[in-house]
């Protein structure tokens, strides 16, 4: 069966069984006072309009049969994946492995690390730990959409112009077809946000095609009740 959704910069097809919707870093350590984000000098409370949204994919999502993928980045506790030139950034005493009050900042198994309560993974949804910004990169994302036959994905999460974006320029990279949600994506700047969505769709859909929460809903929704 095949489901058309309104996007840009033309409608987006696709067959719900060869789809995913991979949910990007919807972590505490970004969206909470306290954790990377912030550390960074990001005011937290930008990231929060995405939350709503990215809960209606998610229902329209598991209501619709889809794949369903959640990733976090973060790293080892020894940090022996995360590179000095990443680990170097930021203020001396709150950088990556440092004490914060969420645990360590970015580092996997610390509170800051996981997805916020709202968004929480689904038992036997796969969530995607990794140590860069793209959700492929030395990871087992790429083998795992193979395996399913994947070959379009619906990508919502944090923030839109780092995680967001360079997942979708290497899923580009490697075939997949990409709807981005727009209000299901968030910034800490709103300018980087709107730019980051108009690349990815200008140029005929260069990266991909965008569309918003409201129409993937709807489009997921008849599907959910057909199947
Ligand atoms: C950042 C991310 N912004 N998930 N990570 O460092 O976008």
């Given at each position: 069966?095949?489901?058309?959704?309104?996007?840009?910069?033309?409608?987006?097809?696709?067959?719900p069984?060869?789809?995913?919707?991979?949910?990007i870093?919807?972590q505490?350590?970004?969206?909470?006072?306290g954790?990377?984000?912030?550390s960074?000098g990001?005011?937290?409370s930008?990231?929060?309009?995405?939350i709503?949204?990215?809960g209606?994919?998610?229902?329209?999502?598991?209501?619709?049969g889809?794949?369903?993928?959640?990733t976090r980045?973060g790293?080892?506790?020894?940090?022996?994946?995360?590179?000095?030139?990443?680990v170097?950034?930021?203020p001396?005493?709150?950088?990556?492995?440092?004490?914060?009050p969420?645990?360590?900042?970015l580092?996997?198994?610390?509170?800051?690390?996981?997805?916020?309560d709202?968004?929480?993974?689904?038992?036997?949804?796969?969530?995607?730990?990794?140590?860069g910004?793209?959700?492929?990169?030395?990871?087992?994302?790429?083998?795992?959409?193979?395996?399913?036959?994947?070959?379009?994905?619906?990508?919502?999460?944090?923030?839109?112009?780092?995680?967001?974006h360079t997942?979708?320029?290497?899923?580009?990279d490697?075939?997949f077809?990409?709807?981005v949600?727009a209000?299901a994506?968030?910034?800490?700047?709103?300018?980087?946000h709107?730019m980051?969505?108009?690349?990815?769709?200008?140029?005929?859909?260069?990266?991909?095609?965008?569309?918003d929460?409201a129409?993937v809903?709807?489009?997921?929704?008849?599907?959910?009740?057909?199947?």
């Amino acid at each position: 069966m095949t489901a058309v959704i309104d996007a840009d910069p033309a409608p987006f097809a696709l067959d719900p069984a060869r789809s995913a919707l991979v949910v990007i870093d919807m972590q505490r350590d970004f969206l909470e006072p306290g954790g990377f984000g912030e550390s960074l000098g990001n005011d937290v409370s930008l990231l929060a309009s995405a939350i709503g949204p990215c809960g209606a994919v998610l229902a329209g999502a598991r209501a619709a049969g889809m794949m369903v993928i959640h990733t976090r980045e973060g790293h080892r506790a020894d940090l022996s994946d995360a590179p000095p030139a990443k680990v170097e950034r930021g203020p001396p005493g709150q950088r990556i492995g440092d004490p914060g009050p969420m645990g360590r900042i970015l580092i996997r198994g610390e509170a800051g690390h996981d997805i916020i309560d709202a968004l929480a993974p689904l038992p036997g949804e796969p969530v995607i730990d990794k140590p860069g910004k793209g959700a492929f990169y030395a990871t087992e994302l790429e083998p795992m959409l193979r395996h399913r036959g994947i070959e379009a994905l619906f990508v919502a999460g944090v923030t839109t112009e780092v995680c967001v974006h360079t997942t979708v320029r290497e899923a580009n990279d490697r075939g997949f077809r990409c709807l981005v949600i727009a209000d299901a994506c968030a910034s800490y700047f709103p300018e980087f946000h709107a730019m980051a969505l108009r690349m990815i769709s200008a140029q005929g859909g260069i990266f991909g095609w965008v569309s918003d929460s409201a129409r993937v809903a709807a489009a997921l929704h008849q599907e959910g009740k057909a199947a």
